[in-house]
């Protein structure tokens, strides 16, 4: 499958291991096929296992979280922490709390975070975290015990120089909130072991945008670089309508583009006037279901409840920004068909190996989810550093880094396709191959 033997030998040893985690192994496959052309070319990586070493988490923390929901009755959830590097920082990367979530998926997140974190500069190793609990239909009084509960566990592991958990998908400022509530309350110490805090409890200024606002610079800079071009009447379109997809939604149309088509759980909406953000933003306020909303505010926007029709509205920017494995060959069919001539990811992995090849071999401008989305890691890592230094930097400065961040990382892409593939617009070799050297390096650095 693999060019080199030794990589080979190693994919196939550990898909045999985990033979019943397919999002890992897939995360996996993917990095691997990136780094085939320079693995061999250096005997240190093999001589010193270091894929052997860079595919196990260094630790894997299961737990059982007991609570008690609002009617009195013990509620139990399962849920682990995913230290997976720590070669080049404490580890870093979210917490999820949905009713999917497992060790593969833990596993593929945490090892992608890996090299995400690398490539944003800073010094921040890769972890994911999380739980099946999923806040959707409970009480804020449930949400603050779960929290709660899964602190009372956790905070033996982590630490501002040790652990620092941020949000991901089913956790925001409000959960944020109760767990590093507990923490300070256990530790008796202010210290930023969380970031996306609320802004009164330390969170930095800018990070509820990065994600979604880095997306957008990464994309600002594939078409300055790839197409002489800018944002300016494109078409986007882009799924998920939470934290990441919002804000990409907010940039897009701040940069003079016309977002033409979203999606949540509920469906999606196919608007040609352009999405109506603030109408979004009021909805969500009160429900997760917004799309199926939507027509009723504006009956001449077109409504469908099955997710993957947003993949057929015509469009020259695809953005998809909800979750993992959203974008099969399929729906890739369907983009390239109707038009679309850039991907980029703002969710974790969102396209599978074949669609993102359909892409490659259709000559698709695609960036991977691993450069693109690191935006909100790297205010992470900024949120780390005020709160190290005991200040706060307005919004304009965490933009304006946010910003330099973003266009380095596409630097660093581009870079590393031109030199170990050839080709300037490989971005998933070059993400993946940037983000694995300095790990490696650091690896090498510190021994066995
Ligand atoms: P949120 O929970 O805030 O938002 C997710 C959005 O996607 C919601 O609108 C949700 O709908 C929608 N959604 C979920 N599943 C589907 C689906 N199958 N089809 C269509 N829509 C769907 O999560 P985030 O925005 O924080 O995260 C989204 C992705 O981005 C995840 O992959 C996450 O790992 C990744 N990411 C997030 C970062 C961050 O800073 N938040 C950083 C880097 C990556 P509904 O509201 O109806 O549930």
């Not at 706060?392 to 590393?416: P, R, S």
């Not at 694995?436 to 390096?441: A, G, I, R, S």
Request: net charge negative; hydrophobic share 40%.
């Amino acid at each position: 499958m693999f060019k080199s033997a030794y990589l080979n030998q190693v994919y196939a040893s550990l898909s045999q291991r985990y033979s019943d985690q397919p999002e890992f192994l897939q995360a996996v496959e993917e990095f691997v096929s990136s780094i085939d052309v320079m693995v061999d070319k250096d005997p240190r990586i093999q001589q010193n296992a270091i894929i052997e070493r860079i595919v196990e988490p260094e630790r894997n923390i299961k737990f059982r979280v007991s609570w008690v929901d609002d009617k009195g009755k013990v509620q139990v959830n399962r849920a682990m922490r995913v230290q997976f590097n720590s070669a080049i920082g404490p580890y870093k990367g979210g917490i999820r709390f949905h009713h999917s979530v497992n060790e593969s998926i833990m596993k593929f997140l945490g090892f992608e975070q890996t090299f995400k974190n690398s490539l944003t500069g800073l010094p921040m190793g890769g972890a994911k975290g999380g739980s099946d609990f999923d806040p959707e239909g409970k009480s804020d009084n449930e949400i603050m015990r779960f929290c709660q509960g899964f602190i009372l566990e956790l905070y033996r592991h982590i630490g501002p120089r040790m652990d620092v958990p941020a949000g991901d998908l089913g956790v925001g400022a409000r959960e944020i909130g109760y767990m590093y509530g507990m923490y300070k309350r256990i530790e008796n110490e202010f210290s930023g072991t969380f970031t996306s805090k609320g802004i009164e409890s330390g969170g930095s200024l800018g990070r509820a945008e990065a994600t979604g606002y880095g997306l957008c610079y990464f994309v600002e800079e594939m078409l300055k670089t790839y197409k002489n071009d800018s944002f300016k009447n494109k078409r986007v379109i882009i799924s998920g309508a939470g934290k990441v997809g919002l804000m990409a939604a907010v940039k897009v149309h701040e940069l003079g583009g016309k977002v033409v088509g979203m999606s949540d759980l509920s469906g999606v909406i196919h608007d040609e006037n352009g999405m109506d953000l603030e109408l979004i933003k009021t909805l969500s306020k009160t429900s997760a279901l917004v799309m199926n909303q939507y027509k009723s505010y504006h009956p001449e926007a077109i409504y469908s409840p099955i997710n993957a029709d947003i993949w057929k509205i015509p469009c020259d920017i695809a953005m998809p920004c909800a979750t993992q494995n959203e974008i099969y060959i399929e729906s890739a069919k369907d983009l390239v068909a109707n038009g679309c001539w850039l991907v980029a990811e703002g969710a974790n992995m969102p396209t599978t190996i074949e669609a993102t090849q359909y892409f490659r071999d259709n000559n698709i401008l695609f960036a991977p989810g691993k450069a693109a989305n690191a935006g909100g890691v790297a205010v992470s890592g900024l949120e780390m550093t005020q709160n190290a230094m005991f200040l706060n930097w307005t919004f304009k400065e965490v933009d304006a880094k946010l910003h330099e961040i973003m266009e380095n990382i596409f630097k660093k892409c581009y870079e590393a396709s031109l030199i170990y593939t050839g080709k300037p617009d490989d971005l998933v070799a070059g993400a993946n191959i940037a983000g694995f050297l300095k790990v490696y390096y650091a690896m090498l650095q510190q021994g066995v």
